[in-house]
């Protein structure tokens, strides 16, 4: 589209003059809206896009409203600059009615962030991890040798009972046998249905409020004194923790918090459904894995960065400002694009191969590799459980090759990039487990 001057303002590059300011119009989604776009093009929504507009941030319409998307290092780190950026009301309703739910540390900002944040981090010392990857170790144990005895089984839903008795356990979290399976599809469900529509979404809603529900009777047996957790759980700090003011967490939200601890760590089955995924396409890292001790933790990055989870962060801008002469309006919605930051070919060669020894040679740096958000984790909204889903993928990695046996039987593993969040079709089926012995 030609603008009034004759220049073509859907391309980036181009300048106007307004006053003395030179400024870049801001390049534009050709459509009118890009909601139908967004839920057929997926993970590659923003990535496509930027690619045919020749740059890293561009505008469009989702919902009819207007949003700024972004790509790569660059705009990763202007997004995690809290002078810029806010998350109150940035991400929408459906995911907070499922996925996040209302009132938790994503929506908050400035001290009370800081504040909040600082309770997840005391759950995520090295010491903690380390309780918790043996408590997730123990669940292996017994899972190989039950798998051993079925005919078949779904790595996806397996994994995610192996999670979620460990976390529960880790957590406090009183959970029954009985209850196992219960809890485990529950909070599955949060995470499948953020980015499902009409029933499958409303079933993660009220699952949502079933666990909240149940999380919120724990905390209130803890403050009642009827249960007493261990005292560096996450119940126990969420439950008793008070501010300067001596005042304690409101129930919900602090259920929406303990939520916030359980549901990521179950999810941390996806990854691991697609570590055995890339063992089965990539066999020949098998090997590799057993002679050099540093390739678990490239392969699990790799895995980390090439597989689609969680597919933008968003924000709101805080206050006018401007960046590479690109207004960005108070207000505005700002999606950063994760996945497509991994697989930006300004930072990665051959973004789209799987190449775990690359990262023999990454930078390190906290914004060109941001499965799980970017910036800083005390500081910034990156993931708290960063390091603890790094080091439970290389324990499932360690079990995967080294302590079983398996077949992958004929199954559906196209992974659908339009599936918000994606996995293979099959959930990965194994046959024939057996469990080898360390000796
Ligand atoms: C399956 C693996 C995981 C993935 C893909 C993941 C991904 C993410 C992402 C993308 C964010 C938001 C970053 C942003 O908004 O800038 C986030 C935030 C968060 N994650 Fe994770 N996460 C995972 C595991 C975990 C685990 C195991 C925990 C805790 C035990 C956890 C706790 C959190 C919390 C509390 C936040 C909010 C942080 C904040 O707002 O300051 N996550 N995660």
Excluded at 26 to 32: F, L
Excluded at 77 to 83: P, S
Aim: charged share 25%; with cysteine; net charge positive.
């Amino acid at each position: 589209m030609l603008n009034e001057h004759g220049l073509n303002i859907y391309k980036s590059g181009l300048f106007f003059f307004k006053g003395l300011i030179i400024m870049t119009t801001i390049p534009k989604d050709k459509a009118i809206d890009s909601t139908p776009a967004l839920l057929s093009d997926g993970y590659n929504f923003i990535g496509n896009r930027c690619d045919e507009l020749g740059t890293d941030v561009f505008e469009t319409r989702l919902m009819m409203k207007k949003v700024i998307c972004m790509r790569g290092e660059e705009a990763a780190r202007v997004f995690y600059d809290t002078d810029r950026f806010n998350r109150k009301k940035a991400a929408p309703k459906r995911l907070q009615k499922t996925l996040f739910g209302e009132g938790g540390v994503q929506g908050i900002d400035g001290e009370s962030h800081k504040n909040r944040k600082e309770l997840f981090m005391s759950l995520m010392s090295a010491d903690s991890i380390r309780q918790l990857l043996g408590m997730i170790g123990q669940e292996w144990e017994l899972a190989i040798k039950k798998w051993s005895t079925l005919k078949e089984v779904i790595l996806l839903n397996e994994t995610e009972e192996i999670l979620c008795r460990a976390v529960c356990r880790w957590a406090g979290v009183p959970l029954k046998d009985s209850k196992v399976s219960k809890r485990t599809k529950q909070i599955s469900s949060m995470i499948t249905s953020a980015g499902e529509i009409a029933l499958d979404h409303y079933k993660g809603r009220r699952n949502r409020k079933k666990a909240e529900k149940w999380i919120s009777g724990l905390i209130n047996k803890v403050r009642s004194g009827k249960i007493i957790p261990g005292e560096q759980s996450a119940l126990a700090v969420f439950a008793q923790h008070r501010d300067r003011d001596g005042n304690r967490l409101d129930e919900r939200v602090a259920a929406v918090e303990i939520l916030n601890v359980l549901r990521p760590t179950v999810a941390i089955g996806r990854f691991i459904v697609f570590i055995a995924h890339a063992l089965y396409i990539y066999p020949e890292y098998r090997d590799k894995l057993l002679q050099q001790p540093e390739m678990s933790e490239w392969f699990v990055q790799e895995v980390r960065r090439v597989y689609p989870f969680f597919p933008f962060a968003a924000a709101r801008v805080k206050k006018d400002f401007e960046w590479n002469g690109i207004h960005f309006p108070k207000g505005r919605r700002v999606l950063l694009d994760l996945y497509g930051t991994n697989h930006h070919a300004g930072t990665w060669d051959d973004p789209e191969v799987f190449r775990p020894e690359r990262f023999k040679h990454w930078n390190g740096s906290p914004y060109n590799f941001i499965p799980q958000g970017g910036g800083d984790h005390n500081t910034n909204h990156r993931c708290a459980g960063e390091w603890a889903t790094i080091e439970t993928m290389k324990l499932a990695l360690d079990y995967i090759v080294k302590k079983m046996r398996y077949n992958v039987p004929q199954q559906d593993l196209t992974i659908d990039m339009s599936n918000f969040p994606a996995i293979p079709e099959s959930r990965f089926v194994i046959t024939n487990v057996n469990s080898v012995s360390s000796t």
